[in-house]
């Protein structure tokens, strides 16, 4: 299950609904909207660079 935060966008993959973002730690989060889980896909297949 993918989670997004309303405050950071910060995407996400819990397996229990978290309360707290990971990232910026509000409790804002949502599950993922059908884009939002293709972006996140889309993410982890991109080789990371920088
Ligand atoms: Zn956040």
Known sequence: MIY???NCHFLFSYTVE????????????????EAERQ??????KEPREI
């Open 4 to 6: 997004a935060c309303d």
């Open 39 to 44: 972006e996140y896909e889309k993410r982890l």
């Open 18 to 33: 978290p309360e707290q973002c990971p990232d910026c730690g509000k409790y804002a989060i949502r599950p993922a909207d």
